[in-house]
């Protein structure tokens, strides 16, 4: 077992942001591929650059991720292959967040196949959360229509049909 921060090359680090992880690939001697802008993990100018392990974390403390990316007959390349590979990507500008962002690059690398469980985890929260919205409105509009043809009970304190015929 490795001492944490204590990486090598070809590993998948990670670096935990506030609301997401950022990924990249160690390439030695203190050096990190990932998709980053000049200024930060996002931006216009985003692209797969190599930039030194502090700047990668951004204060924050890095880890090995945990071996994942297509279950135990998954392809994982030698760690001279995977540091290749993310080389071979340099200067790339095809960011996206949905289908080619941090994750998806560094699991590309490593694993031949770009995946991005932050993506498909915000995707199912968000389904969840429609589905939920959803069915309140559906009972929201059937409860109205229950109601619309009630009974009420006036200020003078007769019953009032709101679906007589007014005559």
């Given at each position: 077992?490795?001492?944490?921060?204590?990486?090598?090359?070809?590993?998948?680090?990670?670096?935990?942001?506030?609301?997401?992880?950022?990924?990249?690939?160690?390439?030695?001697?203190?050096?990190?591929?990932h998709?980053?802008?000049?200024?930060?993990d996002?931006?216009?100018?985003?692209?797969?650059?190599?930039?030194?392990?502090?700047?990668?974390?951004?204060?924050?403390?890095?880890?090995?991720?945990?071996p994942?990316?297509?279950?135990?007959?998954?392809?994982r390349?030698?760690?001279?292959?995977?540091?290749?590979r993310?080389?071979?990507?340099?200067?790339?500008?095809?960011?996206?967040?949905?289908?080619?962002?941090c994750?998806?690059?560094?699991?590309?690398?490593?694993?031949?196949?770009?995946?991005?469980?932050?993506?498909?985890?915000?995707?199912c929260?968000?389904?969840?959360?429609?589905?939920?919205?959803?069915?309140?409105?559906?009972?929201?509009?059937?409860?109205?229509?229950?109601?619309?043809g009630?009974?009420?009970?006036?200020?003078?304190?007769?019953?009032?049909d709101?679906?007589?015929?007014?005559?």
């Amino acid at each position: 077992m490795r001492r944490p921060g204590v990486f090598e090359p070809g590993d998948i680090v990670v670096a935990s942001r506030f609301l997401y992880r950022h990924y990249g690939i160690y390439a030695g001697n203190g050096r990190v591929i990932h998709y980053a802008a000049e200024n930060g993990d996002f931006g216009a100018n985003a692209m797969v650059r190599e930039t030194g392990l502090e700047e990668f974390a951004g204060g924050r403390e890095c880890r090995v991720a945990a071996p994942s990316g297509g279950g135990s007959g998954a392809t994982r390349f030698s760690p001279e292959e995977t540091v290749v590979r993310a080389r071979s990507r340099l200067g790339e500008k095809r960011y996206s967040l949905l289908r080619n962002n941090c994750e998806h690059f560094a699991l590309w690398c490593a694993r031949g196949k770009g995946k991005s469980a932050q993506v498909e985890k915000a995707a199912c929260s968000v389904a969840l959360i429609s589905a939920a919205a959803v069915a309140l409105v559906a009972g929201l509009a059937a409860n109205s229509k229950k109601t619309a043809g009630a009974a009420f009970q006036g200020d003078d304190g007769l019953k009032v049909d709101t679906n007589a015929d007014s005559r």
